[in-house]
Every structure is written in C-alpha cells, then in structure tokens.
C-alpha cells in the first residue's frame, strides 16, 4: 500500500477581496493513504479527474484506463475503453455515479459517453483529423458543455452541447479565437478551461503566446487579455487556472521543460483578467493545477516537483509537500477534502482541510 502523508499546515489567511472583514482560515491538512498500486509509468499518467461528491470520483488518464470510486477513493475499479486502448483520456467529467464523458488527447480525437459507470462507452464524436487535440471541457449544468481543443487552421476548436455530452456542435469557425502561430492550450490536468455561472467561461493558452481568452454567452464570442506568465517557447505559459467569480482569478504554469524555475509562474487577478499582480512569494517550480479552496480563502497549486498552498489572496505561497500531483481538486465547506491524481508514487489520494473562520483586525 502507497502512502502520502501530507505535512500539518496553519495558514493564517487575509482574504479583503472576498469579504468586507477579514477572516482567519486555519488549515490543518491530513495525509490519507493511495489504495491501489500500478506500474510508476500507468500512476503517473493520470490527468483527468472529476469528483462528483465525496463519495464519487472518476480518473481518467493514459492506455485507455477509466477508474471510478464510489466509496470516496477506498477503491477503484478500473476499465480500458474498448478500441481505445492506446489512447490517453486527459478530458474528463462525471454527472454522477453511472454517467460520465471523456475525450482523448490526439488522434484520433473522439469523445465518449457512458450511462453504466464505465462498463460500456458510446462514440459520440470522432475526427481522424491529426490537427485534432482536445485540450479540456467545462459544464454549466448536467446539460450544458463546452469542448476545447488545440487550433485548426489557425482557429481555436470549439464544440457546444446542451444535452450532457450526447452529441457536439461546432461553433462557427468565424466565431472561435484566432490564434497566432504556436500558440495552443495544454492538457496536462484538463483545466486550462473554467466554466463560471451566467454562461462566462475562460480558456487560457500557451505557447507563442499565452492568454486568457473569456466569454459571456457560452462561448459564441470572445474578448482576450495578454498574461504576463512566461511564454515564447512550445513548453511556456499558463497550465492551469481557478476563479472564486467573474473577477478573481489565479493562473499558474511554467516551463514544464525546467521545472524548477520560478520565473513569472504565477499571477492573481481581480479585474477579470485585465491586470495581474505577481505573489511576494510565489510556487517553487513548474505547476500543472491549481485550484481554489473554501470560499476562495486558500490556493494550492501542484506540479511534478511539488504542491504549495497559497494564502492572502495568493500573494504568499509555502510548499506543503515535495511530492507532485498533475491534478488537483478541492471539495466541500467548512470540511473541505482534496482530492490528488497522478503521481508516481501513487495515482490517488486526498486529504482534509479542517477550516475554522473567526474575524480578525489589521
């Protein structure tokens, strides 16, 4: 059996930009146990992850393999989709305990649906076109959804649905982003794309160039801010990002190349998108997730070479833990859990952060 054991952490947190006061968030995070061993090559391939509640999880990642927990991660059972066994699932998101759809990265670009928690998928889009690369997808509600994918012929893919992923529409070509040469987005946890109420959605890039790209009718027209994350290079920009709303955001990446440089991987926002503001301190490294914890009072970011919580709006960053994760996810309220995939030292695990809030003076 696998264990990661996450270091105890007090973080004393200053969140003015989410409340009229300021509130105290002590975190304390509990390391639980991996439950299943697989090859270091399989565990650390895993880039999809959709938690539906606490009890279930979905994992989706490389060689065709879907695993689904119903038991809150104490086991998985896990399946190789049919015809797709070669192909790497980095596109995921569960509806509940039996429906899911994932999507592959590459070619063939296929996205697939189940209604029987995995035992059987049905095709409902597929593209032999090698310029084909899923990159992500977001849902409003059980119902409505937006793909995204790398560009062809110079515009970004995108693909609506209004029916849980049974079936895509194109949207226009005229109507998706133009991007400018080697500009893309990158898979590596599936959340280079947001969804927020109200139809808003953001897209982030990468590359070339590296932008935030956001939208205000589920994804028919777009306006786009410059970042001043790292970029130039195929292997430089933004890997990943999380909203609190419309205006506070937080993006995160690197060069996965060199991932231990620290060079402009993080920025925070609170106008949209418009300005970015470096943290004092931020993440030490390269990093492939972030995500936004209870009420938007903490951060924590992960990468191959590490995980940081980030407080005071995410100005100040201190690692938790040497260990590295490609996606995270954060769950509940006052108690909330998050949850851990792809490692090579284990492909799962979560842990508890137990909250309190009190008012404080500064």
Not at 45 to 54: A, I, K, M, P, T
Not at 63 to 77: A, E, P, T, Y
Request: with cysteine; hydrophobic share 40%; glycine share 14%.
């Amino acid at each position: 059996m696998i264990r990661f054991i996450l270091l105890a952490l007090g973080i004393l947190l200053n969140c003015s930009a989410y409340a009229q006061k300021n509130q105290a968030v002590m975190a304390v995070l509990t390391g639980m146990p991996a439950t299943q061993t697989m090859a270091d090559s399989v565990k650390k391939g895993f880039r999809g992850l959709s938690v539906v509640n606490e009890k279930v999880i979905w994992i989706s990642g490389q060689r065709g393999l879907v695993g689904r927990s119903i038991n809150g991660g104490k086991s998985f059972v896990w399946r190789r989709v049919s015809t797709f066994e070669k192909m790497d699932f980095r596109t995921l998101h569960a509806f509940d305990k039996k429906r899911a759809m994932i999507a592959t990265a590459g070619t063939p670009a296929a996205i697939l649906t189940t209604h029987d928690g995995g035992k059987t998928w049905s095709q409902r889009y597929f593209s032999n076109d090698s310029a084909m690369f899923f990159d992500g997808v977001g849902f409003w509600d059980n119902r409505r959804g937006l793909i995204f994918g790398d560009p062809v012929n110079g515009r970004m893919v995108l693909m609506w649905t209004d029916c849980g992923g049974e079936h895509w529409n194109p949207i226009p070509d005229s109507l998706c982003p133009k991007l400018v040469e080697g500009e893309a987005a990158f898979a590596a946890s599936g959340t280079t794309i947001r969804t927020l109420p109200g139809g808003h959605v953001y897209i982030a890039t990468g590359g070339a160039k590296s932008r935030l790209w956001h939208s205000r009718d589920y994804g028919f027209h777009w306006e786009v801010f410059e970042t001043p994350i790292i970029q130039g290079e195929p292997s430089q920009g933004i890997f990943s990002m999380a909203w609190t709303d419309t205006l506070n955001g937080v993006i995160v990446g690197g060069d996965y190349l060199v991932p231990d440089d620290t060079t402009n991987n993080c920025f925070i926002t609170h106008d949209g998108g418009k300005k970015w503001n470096a943290p004092i301190r931020g993440p030490k490294g390269y990093r492939s997730c972030v995500a936004w914890g209870v009420g938007g009072y903490f951060m924590i970011a992960t990468g191959p070479g590490g995980t940081d919580v980030g407080r005071r709006a995410g100005t100040i960053w201190e690692t938790n833990s040497i260990e590295g994760w490609n996606c995270i996810e954060i769950g509940g309220s006052a108690t909330a859990t998050v949850y851990y995939a792809g490692a090579a030292s284990g492909f799962f695990t979560k842990s508890k952060v137990n909250v309190e809030l009190d008012w404080v003076a500064y």
